[in-house]
């Protein structure tokens, strides 16, 4: 088979920010977190865990760095995201910044003024020897 389909990550969501709620602030969570408020702070895991799942739905506002494993972007985020496992962008994203990522789906519609970088496994050196011709 030339092509395989990944699994997307499981959204489990432990936490949420509701519609209305602003947190002025870092945020670290463990397991699944999803956003309908604004956050205007950095969103990362809690130091120690691994993974992650961080959602941020169509009305959702994220001012700061996000560093999460699985990240799926429906509204908008003004600062860089690194997603070092999974990155969806849904069709109402907005992202303002530089994304890094290892595996991504943009859906139509989806709007990213930053570059896009991504961080899989660097490129390794081939040394060529060429023969000398007498």
């Known amino acids: 088979m030339l092509f395989s389909k990944q699994a997307k990550p ?11 709620t602003v947190i002025n602030g870092n945020i670290s969570f463990a ?30 506002r994220i001012e700061g760095e996000i560093d999460v494993a699985h990240v799926v972007i429906n509204g908008t985020v003004v600062g860089p995201v690194k997603s070092v496992e999974f990155l969806e962008l849904q069709p109402r994203a907005r992202v303002t910044g530089d994304v890094e990522y290892n595996n991504i789906e943009i859906h139509l519609g989806a709007i990213v003024q930053g570059r896009l970088v991504h961080l899989g496994a660097p490129a390794k050196a081939v040394e060529l020897k060429l023969a000398a011709s007498n």
């Open 10 to 20: 499981q959204t489990r969501i432990d936490s949420l920010i509701g519609a209305g």
């Open 31 to 60: 397991g699944g977190l999803r956003v309908d408020g604004e956050i205007r702070g950095n969103v990362s895991v809690v130091e120690g865990e691994q993974g992650g799942t961080l959602v941020v739905s169509e009305h959702a």
